[in-house]
């Protein structure tokens, strides 16, 4: 037990946890009695509409005959179909996150001195405040990189001139400098952290310039700073598909509710930190590697489609690895049919297996994808089509590229940034009102009793 007196759980703590059990439970039946949306969804997963966007679109369903079906799924940044963006940078052999940062901040794709001015300016911002790194990095860093993250953005503010003023062009600088240090902050508090536990030597290289934000990301990962054009061309596809994902994902929708209060940048994206650090919202892509890993343990022909099968309905019978009835990486919220960013992620994800020599593990998840729909479809009652999403790839894919697990949702926090900061920006030239939707209250009125005749 920890010699902390703050992290010891009592008896006393474990008294009063059980009165939170009482005193916090509500019957489910009320749900549907007073017609609550839960987790603001119907019941056929689609989300209640709760604000407008122009930054972003994710289409999963069409009209028909007047009503909603499913269809295979698109995903478009400022209303650009985001695989036309993929397709248009790869074709040209460049980098395409920065860009995409661009486009969702300032509305259009850049020209190329727009784009040029906009590197440059990203690259100045990315040099941390002096001892920023062994003031706040190197002490007693956490055993979660999200963590440090959140204090990283957190303790920003104090080096910030100019914190709470939240005019558009302050607070442009302020995203744009959160941008640029993403990156810096999860691979810095990465080696802290291994450092700390005695698992390695500490490595702290200093960001470059005029190299792209995958570029540094591997740059500052590894010991030798080297990477392959391939791995950094990859990883660019992934943080330019996690750059946005509309107004209502969890974190998304978290920097629209306290940007909406008038709160600090710094504020408003720790918030959002916080709520990507949920296994439910940004730690999917661990669970399918780990998913996998037991798979390959458990199944002796990746192969043989029968294995596979039957590895996947113990899945779903709470069987098999962590008995929570899911197989990872399939089925999404909002898309049904498909995931238009696993769609572009494969043929890459092939190309990566091909030269990292794991063609077999690329054919097992090529398995999985095939079969998991059905099997779901046969096990389970599904309102919806069922497809496997981004997360599904992007954990082999980090694997492949040999960044460690504890990187997987900080990384996608260096991708999701851009977003965050677009809707951050939006909120705050249209909101006006606070964000305050009601609850209904269902505890009966009670006499109150004085302190001499409680039992």
Same mark, same amino acid.
């Given at each position: 037990m920890s010699k902390n007196p703050y992290s010891k759980l009592t008896p006393y703590i474990e008294n009063l946890s059980k009165k939170c059990l009482d005193c916090y439970q509500i019957a489910p039946e009320n749900y549907v009695k007073y017609d609550v949306k839960r987790g603001l969804r119907d019941v056929d997963g689609k989300g209640v509409l709760a604000g407008l966007t122009n930054i972003s679109e994710i289409k999963s369903f069409e009209i028909f005959d007047g009503k909603p079906r499913p269809c295979q799924g698109e &995903?478009?940044?400022?209303?650009?179909? %985001?695989?036309?963006?993929?397709?248009? @940078? %790869?074709?040209? !052999?460049r980098f395409g996150f920065e860009a995409v940062c661009y486009?969702? /901040? @300032?509305?259009?794709? +850049?020209?190329?001195?727009?784009?040029?001015?906009f590197c440059k300016?990203?690259? $100045?911002?990315?040099?941390?405040?002096? !001892?920023?790194?062994?003031? *706040?990095?190197?002490?007693? +860093?956490?055993?979660?990189?999200?963590?440090?993250?959140?204090?990283? *953005?957190?303790?920003?503010?104090?080096?910030?001139?100019?914190?709470?003023?939240?005019?558009?062009? !302050?607070?442009?600088r302020q995203c744009m400098s959160l941008i640029a240090t993403f990156p810096l902050f999860? *691979? #810095?508090?990465?080696?802290?952290?291994?450092?700390?536990?005695? !698992?390695?030597? &500490?490595?702290?290289?200093? =960001?470059?310039?005029?190299? $792209?934000?995958?570029?540094?990301?591997?740059?500052?990962?590894? +010991?030798?700073?080297? #990477?392959?054009?391939?791995?950094?061309?990859?990883?660019?596809?992934?943080? *330019? /598909?996690?750059?946005?994902?509309?107004?209502?994902?969890?974190?998304t929708f978290t920097t629209h509710v306290v940007s909406s209060s008038g709160t600090d940048t710094y504020s408003a994206i720790a918030a959002a930190l916080g709520s990507l650090k949920g296994p439910k919202h940004g730690g999917a892509n661990i669970k399918v590697v780990q998913m996998f890993n037991d798979m390959k343990e458990n199944i002796d022909n990746w192969e043989d489609e029968k294995q596979v099968a039957d590895y996947l309905r113990k899945l779903l019978k709470k069987e098999a690895f962590d008995k929570k009835g899911l197989i990872y990486g399939m089925g999404h919220a909002v898309y049904s049919l498909s995931d238009p960013r696993a769609d572009i992620f494969r043929s890459f994800v092939q190309k990566l297996s091909e030269a990292k020599g794991r063609m077999k593990e690329f054919g097992l998840y090529s398995l999985v994808e095939k079969?998991? =729909?059905?099997?779901?479809?046969d096990e389970r009652r599904i309102y919806k089509g069922v497809s496997c999403n981004v997360d599904f790839y992007s954990g082999f894919v980090y694997s492949m590229l040999d960044l460690p697990p504890e990187l997987y949702t900080p990384l996608f926090a260096t991708a999701r940034i851009a977003g965050w900061s677009a809707h951050r920006l939006e909120e705050l030239i249209n909101g006006g009102k606070i964000i305050r939707p009601a609850y209904e209250s269902i505890c009966p009125r009670r006499e109150y009793i004085p302190l001499d005749q409680r039992k």
């Open positions: &995903l478009c940044y400022r209303g650009i179909d %985001v695989k036309k963006i993929v397709k248009g @940078f %790869v074709s040209e !052999n486009l969702l /901040l @300032f509305g259009d794709l +850049p020209n190329k001195k727009e784009l040029d001015d300016q990203l690259g $100045s911002f990315r040099d941390l405040p002096h !001892n920023f790194v062994e003031d *706040v990095i190197l002490k007693a +860093p956490p055993a979660d990189m999200m963590n440090t993250l959140a204090r990283c *953005v957190l303790t920003m503010y104090s080096y910030d001139d100019n914190p709470d003023d939240t005019s558009i062009a !302050n607070v442009v999860s *691979v #810095y508090g990465y080696h802290a952290y291994c450092y700390d536990r005695g !698992n390695s030597s &500490l490595y702290i290289h200093a =960001p470059q310039p005029h190299l $792209s934000t995958a570029e540094n990301i591997l740059y500052l990962l590894r +010991p030798d700073k080297k #990477y392959t054009d391939l791995e950094a061309h990859i990883l660019d596809i992934a943080l *330019v /598909l996690h750059a946005e994902h509309g107004g209502g994902n969890n974190s079969l998991a =729909p059905k099997i779901i479809a």
